[in-house]
């Protein structure tokens, strides 16, 4: 059974971090190119990352460029999000998803809030 299951969500204070991870299984994880979207609260879902297959490529949605890292390591099946400097419009579900769409996960709720 093909399962991307994101984790590491909650909520956080402005100007705090955190570190999303995305464990996949069922699927030749390694040969995939994956990526984060997002979808804030009464909003559709927005792009947020993605990065290449074997880690090497990266790209980045401007709202997020210098304060999220994307990367993932292939031999543990997982994706990870690192999220520093977050705002209160950051506040979404994230998921994870392969880059051509066909898996994606159920989501990690982030808010940004005092």
């Known amino acids: 059974e093909v399962q991307l299951v994101e984790s590491g969500g909650g909520l956080v204070q402005p100007g705090n971090s955190l570190r999303l991870s995305c464990a996949a299984s069922?699927?030749?994880?390694?040969?995939?190119?994956m990526k984060w979207i997002r979808q804030a609260p009464g909003k559709g879902p927005e792009w947020v990352s993605t990065i290449s297959s074997g880690g090497i490529s990266t790209y980045y949605a401007d709202f997020v460029k210098g304060r999220f890292t994307i990367s993932r390591d292939n031999a543990k099946n997982t994706l990870y999000l690192e999220m520093n400097s977050l705002k209160p419009e950051d506040t979404a579900v994230y998921y994870c998803?392969?880059?051509?769409?066909?898996?994606r996960g159920q989501g990690t709720l982030v808010t940004v809030s005092s």
């Open positions: 998803a392969t880059g051509d769409d066909t898996r």
């Open positions: 069922g699927f030749a994880f390694g040969s995939y190119d």
